[in-house]
């Protein structure tokens, strides 16, 4: 029974490029939350899908990230013209219910450097 | 929105040392639990604990949930304890949970 897996667990990428970073949640879970942690600093809320479906996307900023979870395969939070500011280390979560009542675990996260 | 403070900040110990780790919430809790990052960036699930208390080994936690705060206990403090203690909630209004700043601890040998 494979936890919530993230990939790349890496990724560098130059200022202006786009990132692309995956999370399958545990086997069952159709709930996915995305957390991002900046250096020196707790893990902020970004957003929460379910298939096909944006829950929460208060903790998103506006502009050059967006996130889906489609009906088949993982979630995807991308990162468009990425900045500098943009890196960071990002987690995924996964739960079975509407709401992170039970005990969520988080992959291991990808951590983004940007260049 | 649901506001988690942690503390102390930072604490160093001698290896053998005990601690307690504290998290204060403002509101009423559906689920807490209390993570370990490692110094590798891992999230380390130790505690899903709402209420009550619990023991994993060396390990124990406590919340009490009508006066809002729980605290974690680590006895005998070993070097592969150091790294970033959170705290995470989830408020009434429910959807995601809500981290603290977390207690960074480092354990000298």
């Known amino acids: 029974n494979a936890g919530v897996m993230q990939n790349p667990r890496h990724l560098v990428r130059r200022r202006g490029q786009e990132a692309r970073l995956r999370c399958s949640p545990m086997?069952?879970?159709?709930?996915v939350y995305w957390y991002r942690q900046l250096p020196e600093e707790g893990l902020k809320f970004m957003v929460y899908?379910?298939?096909?479906?944006?829950?929460?996307e208060s903790g998103m900023p506006k502009e050059r990230f967006s996130a889906e979870f489609p009906k088949e395969g993982p979630s995807i939070l991308r990162i468009q013209q990425v900045v500098r500011g943009d890196s960071a280390a990002y987690f995924c979560?996964?739960?079975?219910?509407?709401?992170?009542?039970?005990?969520?675990?988080f992959g291991q996260g990808t951590r983004l450097t940007v260049v | 929105g649901i506001q988690v403070e942690q503390s102390p900040p930072d604490l160093i110990l001698q290896e053998g040392a005990n601690s307690t780790l504290r998290c204060n919430f403002s509101?009423?809790?559906?689920?807490l639990q209390w993570f370990h990052q490692n110094p590798w960036g891992q999230l380390i699930n130790l505690f899903y604990?709402?209420?009550g208390t619990k023991q994993n080994g060396r390990l124990s936690a406590t919340t009490v949930a009508t006066e809002r705060y729980s605290l974690l206990y680590i006895s005998s403090s070993q070097t592969t304890d150091s790294g970033v203690y959170f705290c995470?909630?989830?408020?009434?209004?429910?959807?995601?949970?809500?981290f603290g700043q977390g207690t960074e601890l480092s354990v000298k040998p």
């Open positions: 604990i709402p209420s």
């Open positions: 899908l379910q298939k096909e479906n944006i829950i929460d």
């Open positions: 509101d009423s809790v559906n689920n």
């Open positions: 086997k069952g879970h159709s709930h």
């Open positions: 995470a909630v989830l408020g009434n209004q429910g959807g995601k949970l809500i």
């Open positions: 979560a996964s739960s079975p219910t509407v709401e992170m009542s039970t005990e969520a675990f």
